[in-house]
């Protein structure tokens, strides 16, 4: 089991925004890192540290953390953002661990 | 921009050792870490180990029993070995760089990434 919790489905309305939820011990003292995943393809990070995005990453996405939660919020969300999201972060040995992924569809 | 290609047997039987390898093209090798992670079919992401540009390596305690993670520093490629393989090692396997940021308290938070992945590569274990 993972020690970082994310809900396993999460709906939103096209345009609308949407926050992405991944509890956990370790988030305390770690930033969590964000993956988004499409079917049949490789994670593609999306937000990193603080509130980073990689080059390509649009604007909508963005990063927060308060407490034991991190955040991943889309504002205005897409047809084309509907994947599997997944957090990472370290579990309270220093081990490197991933959420249980979050389904988001767009409707 | 760094680009990472893996390659290896897809199709085991049980008890057999998983191989694979990873090349790392267009970008340094060091000052990151190389690490694999797999994914089995409908499920969620598992990290399996990283190792760096010297060798030092780390583990996922639930694995660390069978897996080896190697580097060849001259061809830019790291390696995976998961021995005794079982059908619950039947996963989609990708490598990744990985770095990670160490913050003191004081200041802010550590946090690491993993950026770019590999294709990804099905290996079945099926008798």
């Known amino acids: 089991s993972s020690e970082l919790t994310q809900d396993p489905a999460v709906s939103v309305a096209l345009g609308q925004t949407v926050r992405i939820t991944c509890q956990g011990d370790?988030?305390?003292?770690?930033?969590a890192s964000w993956y988004q995943q499409k079917p049949g393809q490789a994670p593609v990070l999306v937000i990193y540290g603080k509130n980073n995005r990689p080059s390509g990453i649009p604007d909508r996405f963005s990063g927060s953390s308060s407490g034991n939660t991190a955040s991943l919020t889309i504002t205005g969300a897409q047809a084309e953002d509907e994947a599997d999201y997944y957090c990472n972060s370290r579990d309270s040995s220093g081990n490197l661990v991933f959420g249980g992924g979050t389904k988001l569809t767009v409707l | 921009q760094v680009q990472l290609q893996q390659w290896g047997a897809g199709l085991l039987k049980p008890s057999e050792t998983l191989s694979l390898t990873c090349a790392v093209y267009g970008g340094s090798f060091s000052g990151y870490y190389w690490s694999w992670i797999r994914q089995p079919p409908g499920k969620g992401l598992e990290w399996i180990g990283e190792?760096?540009?010297?060798?030092?390596?780390n583990y996922n305690p639930s694995l660390k029993s069978r897996v080896t993670i190697s580097v060849d520093t001259s061809k830019n490629q790291f390696s995976l070995k998961l021995s005794s393989v079982t059908a619950a090692d039947t996963a989609v396997y990708y490598c990744?760089?990985?770095?990670?940021?160490?913050?003191?308290?004081?200041?802010?938070?550590?946090?690491?990434?993993?950026?770019?992945w590999g294709q990804g590569t099905l290996v079945t274990v099926s008798s």
């Open positions: 370790s988030l305390r003292s770690y930033y």
């Open positions: 990744a760089r990985g770095l990670i940021v160490v913050v003191p308290a004081a200041i802010s938070r550590s946090y690491n990434w993993f950026d770019p």
């Open positions: 190792i760096n540009h010297s060798g030092s390596t």
